[in-house]
């Protein structure tokens, strides 16, 4: 049995890089920023660092205040609504911004990004498929 799956946007990422880095756009309060973010399935939020917090002048600490198990210990992030862009398609979402300006790599995680899009990878031709979940 086959299924067939179309998506609205594609994007080639660098196979050589550690993961599967895409840019990625953040919007709050009329402004905007952009970084690189690691997609990560495995991710239950989406994280980011610190300092993209302070380039979209959000305090921080005044977020929902949440404590996530990694690989390598505790990670106190706290959630803001922030427009996310990634690949072309915007989405109205929750993320998380890491408390610490230790962690220095942001992620796309299954809330927050992954539950609001279709997702296919060709990771032998480097290519990451989007759609909006609908």
Same mark, same amino acid.
């Given at each position: 049995?086959?299924?067939?799956v179309?998506?609205?946007r594609?994007?080639?990422?660098?196979?050589?890089?550690h993961g599967?880095?895409i840019?990625?756009?953040?919007r709050y309060?009329?402004?905007?920023?952009?970084?690189?973010?690691?997609?990560d399935t495995?991710?239950?939020?989406c994280?980011?660092?610190?300092? !993209?917090?302070?380039? +979209? &002048?959000?305090?921080?600490?005044?977020? =929902?205040?949440?404590?996530? /198990?990694?690989?390598?210990?505790?990670?106190?992030?706290y959630?803001?609504p922030?427009?996310?862009?990634?690949?072309?398609?915007r989405?109205?979402?929750y993320?998380y911004?890491?408390?610490?300006?230790s962690?220095?790599?942001?992620?796309l995680?299954?809330?927050?990004?992954?539950?609001? !899009?279709r997702?296919? +990878? &060709?990771?032998y031709?480097?290519?990451? =498929?989007?759609s909006?979940? /609908?």
């Amino acid at each position: 049995m086959t299924w067939q799956v179309e998506y609205q946007r594609k994007a080639c990422y660098q196979s050589l890089s550690h993961g599967i880095t895409i840019e990625t756009i953040l919007r709050y309060g009329g402004l905007e920023t952009s970084c690189n973010a690691k997609v990560d399935t495995g991710a239950e939020v989406c994280l980011f660092e610190r300092s !993209v917090a302070d380039t +979209l &002048d959000i305090e921080v600490e005044n977020g =929902y205040r949440e404590r996530f /198990s990694t690989l390598a210990g505790g990670v106190v992030g706290y959630a803001h609504p922030i427009e996310l862009e990634t690949v072309g398609l915007r989405f109205q979402t929750y993320v998380y911004f890491a408390e610490s300006y230790s962690i220095r790599r942001s992620l796309l995680g299954r809330q927050g990004w992954l539950q609001l !899009v279709r997702f296919g +990878l &060709d990771d032998y031709r480097s290519e990451l =498929y989007l759609s909006a979940n /609908s």
